[in-house]
């Protein structure tokens, strides 16, 4: 088996990820000339350039960005293969979660999510975009609502159903009738972390797009639904985020939710989706997202 130099690799993973060899080299703790070295023995192992250059960016072609994630999938798999090696046990979970789930679904059961995990400590890390886990090393696990797409080296259980639909306060609700194109006479609350969501919800749930008088953008979902609880306008909301603003009647569906097929996953990498710590958070999400 003919593989490229490890430390070439390394360096290239470390490139794709920053963008730049400069904070490539910086978290490598080398020169960049000593980055730039390993880029050109990768390249010429392979056979083929690896990069472009998008202004002072560099840019993995396809090729190469696809061998990237795979990389960085491996240097995962080592890095905790060495841990167990050393009979090194973490006993932390670094949970990346979308911000508006966090704060308003997990948290208020973060004590009973504890007790559960016994001597293992969650930390919780709000993230205003949600992407894959191959692209967080610095997580060991995260939450992901909407469109899921399996990755090599990864596991994911699907924990509860997403559902979501227009949101607004009661006052604003009673100026609505039956028909959603009444909502064309409100602000459109936008979240530029989920900027196709309103788009997604027309399409699946059969509604002709509505023309709204204005629109205004915030930079997350948990900024536009805050917006929203103080009668701005309408916004759309995972239900999971707002069941409890649902059952004090600070929010209103007034045309109902409709469900997604991809639900909520907790993704992990699969050696650690086999240890003791991970398998109960598992458990913990499956018994509160089918309330069993």
């Known amino acids: 088996m003919r593989l490229p130099p490890l430390n070439a690799i390394r360096a290239f993973e470390a490139v794709c990820r920053h963008g730049s060899i400069m904070k490539a080299a910086e978290e490598l703790n080398v020169v960049r000339g000593a980055v730039r070295q390993q880029i050109a023995t990768l390249e010429n192992h392979v056979g083929r350039k690896l990069f472009t250059r998008d202004g002072r960016r560099l840019v993995p072609t396809v090729q190469a960005?696809?061998?990237a994630v795979a990389a960085g999938t491996a240097f995962d798999i080592l890095q905790r293969a060495a841990l167990e090696l050393e009979g090194?046990?973490?006993?932390?979970?670094r949970l990346g979660v979308p911000s508006a789930f966090a704060v308003w679904w997990l948290m208020?059961?973060?004590a009973d999510m504890q007790a559960s995990l016994g001597d293992t400590v969650v930390d919780i890390v709000p993230m205003t975009v949600v992407e894959p886990l191959q692209t967080h090393p610095e997580l060991d696990a995260l939450i992901m609502g909407g469109e899921y797409r399996?990755?090599?080296g990864m596991t994911a259980l699907r924990f509860m159903e997403d559902e979501f639909g227009p949101v607004v306060t009661a006052a604003l609700a009673?100026?609505?009738s039956a028909d959603p194109e009444a909502m064309g006479a409100l602000t459109m609350l936008v979240s530029?972390?989920?900027?196709?969501?309103?788009?997604?919800?027309?399409a699946e749930s059969g509604t002709p797009p509505v023309a709204f008088s204005r629109t205004q953008e915030f930079e997350d979902l948990l900024l536009a639904l805050g917006a929203a609880r103080s009668g701005l306008g309408v916004a759309l909301a995972p239900r999971a985020s707002i069941e409890d603003d649902l059952q004090r009647g600070h929010l209103l569906a007034?045309?109902?939710?409709?469900?997604?097929?991809?639900?909520?996953?907790?993704c992990c990498r699969t050696p650690?989706?086999?240890?003791?710590a991970f398998a109960a958070l598992a458990a913990w999400l499956l018994r509160c997202g089918t309330g069993t």
């Open 65 to 67: 960005s696809a061998f």
């Open 88 to 93: 090194i046990v973490p006993g932390r979970i």
């Open 108 to 110: 208020p059961r973060v």
């Open 150 to 152: 399996p990755a090599a």
């Open 174 to 176: 009673a100026t609505l």
């Open 192 to 202: 530029r972390s989920a900027p196709k969501l309103w788009d997604e919800w027309f």
């Open 254 to 266: 007034p045309y109902g939710f409709i469900a997604r097929p991809s639900g909520y996953r907790l």
């Open 272 to 276: 650690d989706a086999k240890r003791p």
